[in-house]
């Protein structure tokens, strides 16, 4: 039986890095050092243990939500697996939430690169506390002071110096603890597991002592009892120290900076203690909020084992052919074999196990306490996103987000065997995600698939050839747009048969007008009951709702227009519903294509961040692109310009930006509405 573990015990960090930073080797050291992982994978062995996706290894791009959980001395940390790209900025928010701290990963050469930039503003977007670990310390060039000075000019933190490397590049050693006031050195060994702690060499005491009194100062700006002792020159001990060093740091007012190398082997295990010490436990973050869905009131969910159910699914993730669903437990205890409530749903879902993630095996629990972030596996239908509660205190943590797949692709099997994986294979990846969507299509027999965006799509595709080795053929990516018309437009239909020895009859009478742009569609019914017999209505309001799946221009889905039945006839014996059906679904056909129809863009909401002297460049490339500015504002250091977008001009952007900034631009992109562009 593991050991249980009160709250204030727990960790739930995400590393945030830019790509190659070495955001892989330090977890991978992380799980060496914390005994669950018995061998280093290199990543250019390509054996590293979170990176577990050939096309991760390949890309070099971090994709997954995955946790795992390692022991460090009594506390428990559990590491959520944060994506960095931006068509993942979805999943790489949802993790966001999910996690209670961060530790962001530096190269001491590049310092703060653009990519992290991104993340780094999303965190503080989600309030999540942070630390810093400069890595890379024994390469060519390595700059501590230069990334620290980047952190501030480029992600406006306030950096708090805890850590002085010992040497650099070649002759880096280790670091100089500034609150204890010792030396750490690491034995070479054996890989860095074991280190020694020493005075502070002679040669470098004074420069010790002015980087300490500099880290009193600051946190004694953060810090009345703290400011109050300094300024009378009383002795300030290290548990007092360390005390407001952790609150300023949950207060989101420093961000502790450390250093190391992770290839090396230098500097993790005092990482692991500052993440213990600084960063904050469930218990120390507010509580999540959620709403009941029945009252619409705001319920609160403490992390408190004794307070109703409330849980959050923020991945899902097919396994061997099972569905597996990472949960974070908020309120409440998750048990094995119980019955829970998905609100989503609004259906109750069975547990079958519980299983803690490490990251070389899986463990069955059999109950998950607050704060838990655990796979389960057993939940057939739910999906992310979903929450989980007691049906008795019925709440809902996250709003149900409205995915529109805007890029659309058409994919056929290269061979006759390939038909049926990919079948099987797309049903998979549909399971796990729900922003891919996939159709065939009627006119083609092709298979299409709808996502979020290009590099959404092309990773999907590439998975399919790598990781299940099912070959198929891709088509340009498109795309996904909408219809409406612009005018009222009125029209009947008949339908007046023989089919099989039956006589049929329906006649329709259908108005189509616009409505206003995210409106939806509407129906209603104006007839009497002696012009059409109401058992009816249900059944010409459903052939109407589907017609306006397909539109009179391409067959796009038809929005903002409101169905309403204005006439109709009926006759006793011969009218049946699939006669209204039919001459609903004609009259529809028919109203579309004489209300001026026109296709609706997907337009984009752009939110680009780059350094004061881009601006100009950048706002001209937006405009150009048929774009409109709706703010600039300075956030931490950079200029955030935001904008909306159509879509169709936005290929290719993350090229023109990186070439139009020197590569300091960066830019993240989500579905905002469709509209005329
Ligand atoms: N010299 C040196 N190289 C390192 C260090 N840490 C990581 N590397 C190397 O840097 C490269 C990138 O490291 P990764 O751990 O894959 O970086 P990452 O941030 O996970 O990168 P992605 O998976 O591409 O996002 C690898 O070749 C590592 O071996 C370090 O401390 N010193």
Redesign the pocket.
């Known amino acids: 039986m593991k050991k249980k573990n009160s709250i204030r015990k727990i960790r739930n960090i995400g590393i945030i890095?830019?790509?190659?930073?070495?955001?892989?080797?330090?977890?991978?050291r992380v799980l060496y050092y914390t005994g669950r992982s018995h061998k280093i994978g290199?990543?250019?062995d390509g054996e590293?243990v979170m990176?577990w996706m050939t096309d991760?290894q390949e890309r070099?791009?971090?994709i997954t939500s995955a946790v795992t959980t390692c022991q460090w001395k009594d506390s428990q940390i559990q590491i959520i697996d944060t994506p960095?790209h931006v068509d993942f900025t979805i999943e790489v928010e949802r993790s966001l939430r999910v996690l209670d701290g961060a530790v962001g990963?530096f190269c001491a050469v590049g310092g703060v690169e653009p990519q992290s930039e991104t993340v780094w503003h999303q965190a503080d977007k989600y309030s999540v506390p942070k630390m810093a670990f400069i890595?890379?310390?024994?390469?060519i060039g390595a700059d501590f002071f230069g990334t620290v000075g980047m952190m501030k000019e480029r992600l406006n933190a306030s950096p708090l110096i805890i850590q002085l490397p010992v040497g650099a590049e070649d002759s880096f050693s280790g670091v100089i603890d500034l609150i204890a006031m010792k030396q750490i050195v690491w034995n070479t060994e054996d890989m860095g597991a074991t280190f020694e702690t020493t005075d502070i060499p002679a040669d470098l005491i004074a420069e010790a002592g002015e980087y300490r009194e500099k880290l009193i100062e600051t946190v004694a700006e953060t810090d009345d009892d703290l400011m109050e002792r300094y300024l009378s020159e009383e002795p300030i001990d290290d548990d007092a120290l360390i005390d407001a060093v952790r609150k300023a740091t949950i207060g989101l007012k420093l961000v502790p900076v450390m250093c190391?190398?992770?290839?090396?082997n230098k500097g993790i295990q005092p990482l692991l203690d500052a993440v213990i010490r600084y960063l904050p436990s469930p218990a120390d973050i507010p509580p999540i909020r959620g709403i009941n869905p029945i009252t619409g009131e705001t319920v609160e969910c403490p992390h408190r084992e004794n307070s109703p159910l409330a849980a959050l699914i923020f991945k899902v993730s097919m396994i061997e052919g099972r569905k597996l669903s990472f949960v974070r437990v908020y309120s409440g205890r998750l048990r094995s074999g119980a019955d829970v409530f998905n609100t989503s749903l609004g259906k109750k879902e069975k547990l079958s196990r519980i299983l803690r993630m490490h990251a070389n095996k899986r463990e069955r629990i059999d109950e998950a306490e607050p704060g838990s972030i655990i796979g389960v596996v057993g939940l057939k239908d739910s999906v992310t996103g979903d929450t989980l509660c007691s049906a008795d205190h019925p709440v809902m943590l996250e709003k149900m987000e409205f995915y529109e797949p805007v890029i659309s692709m058409a994919i056929e099997p290269k061979t006759h065997s390939d038909q049926d994986k990919m079948e099987q294979v797309l049903e998979k990846f549909m399971a796990e995600d729900p922003t891919l969507k996939v159709r065939e299509d009627e006119d083609t027999g092709q298979t299409i698939l709808s996502g979020m965006g290009e590099l959404h799509l092309e990773i999907i595709i590439s998975r399919m050839q790598r990781e299940f080795n099912t070959g198929v053929n891709v088509g340009k990516p498109q795309v996904v747009y909408r219809e409406t018309i612009a005018e009222t437009a009125r029209a009947t239909a008949v339908f007046d048969r023989e089919i099989g020895g039956q006589h049929l009859f329906g006649e329709v009478a259908l108005t189509l007008s616009p409505l206003g742009r995210g409106t939806g569609n509407s129906f209603r019914s104006e007839v009497t009951d002696e012009m059409i017999p109401p058992a009816f209505i249900p059944a010409i309001e459903a052939s109407v709702m589907e017609s306006l799946e397909s539109g009179a221009i391409i067959g796009y889905p038809v929005v903002d227009v409101e169905a309403v039945l204005t006439g109709g006839s009926c006759k006793e014996t011969q009218s049946t519903e699939l006669a209204y059906r039919i001459s609903a679904s004609m009259a529809c056909k028919e109203a579309l294509a004489g209300g001026s129809p026109f296709l609706l863009d997907p337009i984009m909401k752009v939110e680009i961040f780059v350094p004061e002297a881009f601006v100009g460049d950048v706002i001209g490339d937006i405009s150009s692109r048929g774009g409109k500015i709706e703010a600039i504002e300075a956030q931490r250091g950079v200029q955030v310009i935001r904008a909306t977008a159509p879509l169709a001009k936005m290929f290719g952007y993350s090229t023109s930006l990186r070439s139009a900034t020197q590569g300091r631009g960066t830019f993240t992109m989500h579905f905002s509405h469709f509209d005329r562009s």
């Open positions: 890095a830019h790509i190659d930073a070495g955001k892989t080797t330090v977890t991978e290199e990543v250019h590293a990176d991760e070099g791009i971090t960095g990963v890595n890379k310390m024994d390469r190391g190398s992770a290839l090396r």
